[in-house]
């Protein structure tokens, strides 16, 4: 599988580490959505598309977030949560959509995003820039 596109929505810097939402295209045929890169500590990186682990509510069934001390929906209080830790022993908030399955792909990937981050960063400071309007759009022309 080869990436044929990357699109990328640069975020207005804030005092959070959210620097890009991207898309990517395989093959011109499948496509994958809000990958992030973020600012860490060592440098720019790519994240992948995340959900929020949730669970259920004991008395309606409705969908909570892990840390809720409350229902949303019925307001019935919640037990405590479950504790998901991951293989550092972190607690985990968010699972991945999409992923990589070896090393090869991660790195494929993070090279392509990288490379069209810092070329859309470059667009950017050019006179009359047209930033994305939504990784999955097109600017609007004038």
């Known amino acids: ?22 898309s990517i295209t395989f ?17 720019v990186f790519v994240a992948m598309p995340s959900r929020k682990l949730v669970e259920r509510c004991v008395k309606c069934s ?11 929906d019925c307001g019935t209080k919640l037990p405590p949560p479950r504790v998901f830790k991951d293989e550092t ?29 810092q070329g859309e960063t470059e667009k950017a400071k050019q006179p009359g820039y047209k930033p994305v ?3 999955g759009e097109e600017p609007e022309a004038d």
């Open 1 to 22: 599988m080869e990436i044929t596109e990357v699109k990328v929505k640069l975020m207005p810097r804030r005092n959070d580490k959210l620097r890009a939402f991207c």
């Open 27 to 43: 093959d011109n045929a499948f496509v994958v959505r809000d990958l992030k890169v973020i600012e860490g500590a060592k440098g």
């Open 62 to 72: 409705a969908k909570n977030c892990i840390r809720a001390n409350f229902c949303n």
């Open 89 to 117: 022993g972190r607690s985990r908030l968010y699972v991945d959509i999409a992923h990589p399955i070896n090393s090869t792909c991660r790195e494929d990937i993070e090279k392509k995003v990288l490379n069209a981050y």
């Open 133 to 135: 309007t939504d990784v």
